[in-house]
């Protein structure tokens, strides 16, 4: 056993990173292990440690994040409006206050080089996370990447994680729904090439957002096999009724803290109604 009297500080330091990574890749195995087994796997997304400790409570296995939601607590609107560095460091905040693995929405990866994203999401204690082939730093405003070029970023961010020692579960969004592009038809055909070419450039699960047509969905199923869909509470498409079409992982997107901001609203307004009945 070594001792601090034993080696410089250079070396404790190499041993607590090699701990660490250890660490976060025996969440990734748990992760994925969640992913293979029979029933289908419900991740809430929590927006801070204290959402993500009341799913814990709750009895989660794992959580995902929100970007949107993360976004709007520090102060910043969705789609890498806020930088890198604050998403990073709240991200890291929900992972160490949890036990469970967590799933960061990493949203187009801030413009961050693959092995830069793979440093920043092993560092903040991430099992697996989020990578969407959307660009929003375009100047023409928000536009979808070439499939192409988003395979081959995908591929170099999964050989950065394998270098780096933690091989985290990588599940990659697909835009084409939530960007509208062309008909059903041409949307459901242009996302299914892409969750191909996905797919084999290393992605574990395929996450088609916004995606709500039942025959679509199964289309996905049966072509990649891993699949998240994002539900709402009260919506059309349950998770009973996505776990019977295949779906391995429900997400709730930004729903939840949604949810939560007009509870906090109404509770606010109820007591703008006692100050005033009180005089306040």
């Not at 709240?90 to 206050?97: K, S, V, Y």
């Not at 096999?225 to 429900?250: E, F, H, K, S």
């Not at 109404?266 to 306040?280: L, P, R, S, Y």
Request: aromatic share 6%; hydrophobic share 50%; charged share 25%.
């Amino acid at each position: 056993m070594l001792l601090r009297d034993d080696c410089d500080e250079t070396t404790l330091s190499r041993m607590s990173g090699n701990l660490a990574v250890e660490r976060v890749a025996l969440k990734a195995a748990a992760l994925r292990e969640l992913h293979a087994r029979s029933t289908v796997l419900i991740l809430p997304n929590a927006w801070d440690a204290a959402s993500a400790r009341a799913f814990e409570k709750a009895g989660f296995a794992a959580v995902a994040t929100t970007s949107g939601g993360v976004a709007a607590a520090i102060g910043y609107k969705d789609h890498e409006d806020a930088p890198a560095a604050e998403m990073v460091a709240a991200a890291a905040r929900i992972a160490r206050a949890v036990d469970i693995p967590v799933s960061v929405d990493f949203e187009a990866g801030y413009r961050l080089a693959p092995e830069r994203i793979a440093e920043e999401l092993i560092a903040a204690g991430a099992a697996g996370c989020n990578l969407e082939d959307s660009d929003y730093h375009g100047p023409g405003g928000v536009a979808i990447v070439s499939a192409e070029r988003q395979a081959e970023h995908l591929a170099a961010v999964k050989a950065a994680l394998r270098k780096q020692g933690a091989d985290l579960f990588l599940n990659a969004r697909v835009d084409v729904f939530v960007r509208k592009l062309g008909t059903p038809e041409e949307q459901l055909a242009e996302g299914l090439r892409r969750a191909r070419l996905y797919r084999a450039a290393g992605a574990d699960c395929i996450y088609p957002i916004m995606l709500a047509d039942e025959a679509m969905i199964a289309e996905f199923v049966r072509t990649v096999g891993v699949v998240n869909v994002n539900i709402r509470r009260g919506g059309a498409l349950t998770a009973a009724r996505a776990a019977t079409l295949g779906v391995r992982r429900i997400t709730y997107a930004s729903s939840i803290f949604r949810e939560a901001m007009t509870f906090i609203e109404g509770i606010g307004e109820a007591i703008k109604v006692t100050a005033a009945q009180a005089g306040g």
